[in-house]
């Protein structure tokens, strides 16, 4: 019996086919993880069966029958909840507060705290989830919120639960304290759905999984014939011949920023802890690892937006790129048009007339082939991709020395990433400085010259480009699980 | 006059008393509105045109209690016209205010031109009746022989107790924080909304019509920015009952030794006293006094 | 919607044409309502507005602190600051102006007129400085603080003029010299006698245009619009967000006190309590109307100050205070069929 079928299900946003005729079966009381890159169309198809979007084709089948959610609220009464990767959580309530919110427990007209906290505290202690539950939520820590969550759902008795990359946040710790609640749900009779892009999270937890890729499931597989390798395979699909990036060495690698022992603190919190870092004229310089372990405070900080509060940190030049890693959030003005958001960054530009924006933005477009019906149009009307392309032409074209890109190929199509990594290489070609960051270790391995392995505000270890150049495939293997280990903080016998 | 005996006596508290009651009642107003995280400037309109309303009807009706009916139904329709700007349209909330405080404003300048001929004030009107017993015991009897000033001391628990012990008051305040949030769970957030608004017009009516009972007619800037000074309360009352019900009384003495100090005929400049619920406000808002937090999600349509 | 955002400017057009055309009919419900005839009282109102050269410069010199003003607070508004202190900064302006005017007397006039302004300028600046460090150091709204802000204003003038600057048993200033005085529109044109149009007008004018100028065709202006568009993204794009704030905070604030030039120097010659009217609020309807673009501020001025005369001329038909509720009509029609307008259009991409 499946407590989920969704059968042929198609949505687009645009011109984006995010679904694609998606077809779905989850047996009842089974984990079923739902795998694939960023963009395959995981997020989509999950907000659907959970009424947040409704499909523009297609049928959901709840326990075998047909299903019509106008909003969450419909899915709610079928017992399917959803743990969202951004928590809902309202901050300034206790963790009961937020739990009871829309079934509350009352006496006539006074809510009867009393009673809640006795349901709450049962469910605290049933799955060993160590939470108080009248903390304040605000003064919870992740893994504490996302308990906070799961108790919402346990409280409403969801039968069936939509995990959206829910170890993102977690550290090694947590997450094995969290796929033990799961499997303990899964054992209760309840159906568990986990969106992943993790393969080692689905060799642990996945009775069943399903490959989604560009908006098509395209693999199905439970446990017994599950084979990493295939199903690697299948969520990449046919990878197009990576075009020879050819890297030449600049033999003058002076050095162009020196961090020494940095020490920057954030709203009271600790986010570099005694970085050092020397990049280099002329290299890729690639820092890895498990996000929020200072990554955006690196960028922040070579780009002057942070102050630090000890350390020693010197730039040949303030001629500074940033390729923020949400780029249409925070590297452009959506309402400006092309032009304007080129000329926004040019230094020596201070009166803008008509005709300045338009011979700017027709340089930029026909250099870069940017598609745009109208020149005067705003950033926003363009596609995506296009978006993403003005954004990268303008870092190119004010020939900065110093280039940071931070996760560049993130949300971005494969052909995309293509251009992007020839546009990172031939930055490096001209002697640039290149700073990498990123959570994509293939990625990393691919365009770094040397890797530094961030871990908790600091540089763990550093790889030198003589290190990583052995290119043996077993060495590659070791190396990368070397580096996985150093990512979580684990120290290893050198 | 001995200025400080008449600080302690009990018609310096009749004074604060009867000053409080509009301040608690138009903070009260705003803080229901902000709870359901909607800001409403206009408070100050929304009295003025309660304030004229009942003047107006007294007049024409010779019945107050008609007229109290009449005031505050108006007032309520009024915040419904507010939420379908707010709330509906989701339009700033700051603009909107703005715009209903000079529509209110305009409105009862206009109207009291047109029937009354006057542009300073109505004709004389009856107070509302008052409580009987009460009435006759010796001291401030005859400020709390009013229905209203009662009913505003027991809003302070009432509040307190609506806001955080019942399921009206965890939802209105879900709405404020993250709408986001209650509606995944099934809370109709634009409801909740709406009742905060339009509690905020009635209680805003309460304190409208019981200045313009108290002073027998509805003049021209009577409300004085009572409305703005019942916001500033709320502000640093941090948005809980009994705070507000503090900041409004603290406000309610500057203002009665203001007073005294003018009849007493003492020359102290009024003026700088009449500033301090700004300036506390202000000091309030950068930190110096305690830290002050409006509800997450406040001013932000939803 | 690349074509609906090409129809952006057509969107404007309509849904400004229907809130004047929704403003008009309610104000003739209104006039039904009270028994006179809607067509007599806007046939005054015209007549009396354009019937003559007295009439028109009324108008104009209605709408000449509403230009300013208007203009003053569009730079704020597009950096996303609302600015609702305008009231209280202009009023401390252009009562320096009144004091610097007459106590600095004895200075030559190139000397004079820049100190007045100056002086006028800085103070008015100074009270929007206050709210805008407090948003940038503290992080809050200025929303709250400016309206406070008015309020410490006015209180602080009244104080000052009844214990050291008022003329005894009034709430003004001194008379300024005669010579300060700004001319007359009509000492060059016979057209205006009798009006209290001033030279100040053009000097509005000049500022709308000025201000367009920085806000649409300067990097400081794109620099002031980004912020307003996206905190986050100006951040990122290399703009320094706090000096953009406060300096477009100082700027807009500061050129409030120009209203000074009107009123003191170009009518009355002193400062009077009270004089400003809300205009620090209607301003921000008249820029709300234009979309904050200054030049449509001109046009936007101009139809409230023709109100604001109007209502004057039709005074013994129907009382004055009509306009009060004529301009708050216009407000929120604006708002709420440009949201309606607005969605409409979305919906039908």
Redesign the interface.
């Known amino acids: 019996m499946n407590s989920v079928e969704l059968i042929n299900i198609s949505k687009h946003f645009g011109s984006l086919m995010a679904n694609d005729g998606i077809n779905l079966k989850v047996r009842d009381n089974s984990v079923h993880c739902i795998i694939g890159e960023n963009g395959a169309g995981k997020s989509t198809l999950m907000k659907i069966l959970f009424g947040i979007y409704r499909p523009d084709s297609g049928e959901i089948r709840v326990n075998g029958i047909p299903a019509h959610f106008r909003s969450a609220h419909d899915a709610i009464k079928l017992k399917i909840g959803m743990l969202h990767q951004h928590f809902m959580l309202v901050e300034d309530f206790s963790v009961i507060e937020n739990v009871i919110l829309g079934n509350e427990l009352s006496k006539g007209i006074t809510l009867d705290f009393d009673k809640s906290r006795q349901a709450i505290t049962g469910l605290i202690e049933k799955y060993n989830l160590s939470l108080n539950p009248d903390s304040k939520v605000s003064d919870l820590n992740v893994s504490e919120k996302q308990k906070t969550e799961l108790l919402k759902l346990l409280y409403r008795q969801s039968e069936i639960i939509i995990f959206d990359e829910p170890t993102a946040v977690l550290s090694p710790v947590e997450v094995g304290e969290f796929f033990k609640i799961i499997t303990k749900f899964r054992d209760e009779g309840k159906t568990i759905i986990v969106i992943t892009h993790k393969l080692k999270e689905v060799r642990e937890i996945a009775d069943d999984v399903t490959v989604l890729r560009r908006g098509k499931s395209v693999y199905s597989v439970n446990r017994e014939s599950l084979d990493i390798d295939v199903l690697a395979k299948e969520i990449v699909g046919e990878l197009e011949p990576a075009t020879a990036l050819q890297k030449i060495n600049m033999g003058n690698n002076d050095i162009a920023v020196e961090i020494e022992n940095i020490v920057l603190d954030k709203g009271g919190v600790r986010k570099l802890d005694g970085l050092n870092m020397k990049l280099r004229k002329g290299e890729v310089y690639g820092v890895c690892g498990v996000e929020g372990n200072g990554q955006g405070e690196i960028a922040d900080l070579i780009f002057g937006l942070e102050k630090y509060s000890s350390g020693k940190f010197i730039t040949f030049s303030d001629l500074i790129s940033l390729i923020p890693d949400d780029r249409i959030e925070k590297g452009m003005i959506k309402e400006f048009s092309v032009g304007e958001n080129v000329i926004l960054k040019n230094k020596n530009i201070n009166i803008i007339s008509k005709n300045l924006i338009a011979k700017t933005t027709s340089e930029i477009v026909s250099k870069y082939d940017i598609r745009l019906s109208d020149y005067n149009a705003p950033l926003q009307s363009l596609s995506g991709g296009n978006q993403q392309k003005v954004i990268f032409a303008r870092e190119i074209e004010l020939d900065n020395d110093i280039l940071v890109f931070a996760h560049p190929t993130r949300g971005v199509d494969i052909n995309a990433s293509a251009f992007i990594h020839s546009v990172i290489i031939s930055e490096r070609n001209k002697g640039k400085t290149v700073l990498l960051i990123s959570s994509d270790l293939d990625e990393i391995f691919f365009l770094a010259d040397r890797i530094g392995v961030l871990y908790k505000g600091k540089i763990v270890r550093e790889f030198s480009s003589n290190e990583l150049s052995s290119k043996s495939e077993e060495d590659v293997d070791v190396l990368l699980e070397k580096i996985g280990k150093l990512m979580i903080g684990i120290t290893v016998e050198e | 006059m001995d200025i400080f005996g008449y600080i302690i006596s009990l018609s310096f508290l009749a004074q604060v008393l009867r000053l409080f009651t509009p301040y608690y009642l138009g903070a009260s107003a705003a803080n229901f509105s902000e709870r359901g995280g909607v800001i409403n400037i206009a408070i100050e309109g929304f009295m003025i045109t309660s304030a004229f309303c009942y003047a107006l009807f007294a007049v024409l009706t010779g019945n107050v209690l008609l007229s109290l009916f009449l005031a505050v139904t108006i007032n309520i329709l009024f915040s419904l016209l507010y939420s379908a700007f707010t709330i509906k349209l989701k339009i700033n909330q700051i603009v909107t205010g703005v715009g209903f405080n000079l529509l209110m404003a305009g409105l009862a300048k206009f109207i009291m031109m047109l029937i009354f001929r006057s542009s300073s004030n109505t004709p004389r009107i009856e107070s509302l009746p008052h409580i009987p017993f009460i009435a006759d015991m010796p001291g401030i009897g005859k400020v709390l022989a009013d229905y209203i000033i009662i009913f505003t001391f027991l809003l302070v628990p009432i509040s307190q107790y609506l806001i955080y012990k019942t399921k009206f008051g965890l939802r209105l305040r879900s709405a404020g924080e993250n709408p986001a949030a209650a509606e995944s769970l099934g809370v109709n957030v634009r409801n909740y909304k709406l009742y905060g608004v339009m509690l905020s017009g009635f209680l805003s009516a309460l304190a409208g019509i019981w200045l313009a009972s108290n002073q027998n007619s509805f003049s021209d800037g009577m409300i004085a920015g009572r409305g703005y000074i019942a916001i500033a309360a709320m502000i640093i009352g941090k948005w809980k009952p009994w705070n507000i019900f503090w900041a409004c009384i603290m406000f309610a003495a500057f203002e009665a030794f203001e007073i005294s100090l003018q009849i007493s005929g003492i020359n102290f400049p009024s003026q700088l006293l009449q500033m301090l619920p700004y300036l506390i406000t202000v000091l309030v808002l950068i930190g110096f006094i305690g830290k002050t937090k409006p509800p997450a999600a406040d001013g932000i349509p939803y | ?2 074509l609906r ?2 129809n952006k400017l057509r969107e404007n057009i309509i849904s400004i044409t229907i809130s004047l055309i929704l403003t008009l009919f309610i104000t003739s419900v209104i006039i039904l309502l ?1 028994g006179k005839n809607p067509f007599d009282i806007f046939g005054i109102i015209i007549s009396e507005v354009f019937g003559s050269g007295y009439g028109l410069g009324q108008a104009l010199f209605k709408a000449t602190p509403l230009i300013i003003t208007g203009s003053a607070l569009a730079i704020c508004f597009h950096a996303s600051l ?1 600015n ?1 202190g305008a009231e209280g900064q202009l009023n401390l302006g252009a009562f320096v102006m009144s004091l610097a005017a007459f106590y600095f007397s004895a200075l030559p006039a190139y000397l004079l007129f820049p100190v007045v302004i100056i002086l006028g300028f800085a103070v008015s600046a100074f009270w929007g400085y ?1 709210p805008a460090i ?1 948003k940038i150091k ?1 992080g ?2 200025e ?3 400016t ?3 008015n ?2 204003a006015m ?2 003038i ?2 000052l003029l ?2 050291f600057f008022a003329v005894k048993s009034t709430v003004r200033t001194e008379k300024i010299a005669d010579w300060i005085m700004i001319p007359k529109l009509s000492a060059y044109f016979q057209f205006f006698q009798g009006s209290s149009v001033n030279l100040t007008f053009f000097i509005a004018l000049a500022l709308a245009f000025a201000v367009y100028f920085m806000l649409y ?7 002031i ?2 912020v307003g ?2 905190e ?8 320094k967000n706090n000096r953009i704030m406060l300096l477009s905070f100082l700027i807009g604030s500061g050129l409030t006190s120009l209203v000074g030039l009107n009123f003191v120097l170009g009518y009355k010659g002193y400062y009077e309590f009270g004089f400003s009217n ?1 205009l620090g ?2 301003a ?2 008249v820029a ?1 109307l234009a979309k904050n673009n200054p030049i449509g501020i001109i046009f936007t001025s101009l139809l409230f100050g023709m109100l604001d005369y109007g209502g004057l001329t039709v005074n013994t038909v ?2 004055k ?2 306009m ?2 004529v ?3 216009v ?2 029609s604006i ?2 069929v440009d ?2 307008v607005n969605n409409y259009f979305q919906s039908k991409d």
Do not use: C, D, R
């Open positions: 919607m690349e955002l090409k009270i609302f609702i206050i407090i503290k809050v709204s929303v709250i603080t309206i406070m802000m309020f410490i209180a602080l009244n104080f009844i214990e065709k300067t990097k400081f202006g794109y620099y619009k980004a568009f996206n986050t993204a100006a951040k990122y794009i290399g703009i809300n609020f209607t921000i309807a709300l129907i009382p205070e009509i009060f509720v301009q708050a009509v407000i929120l708002l709420s949201k309606i």
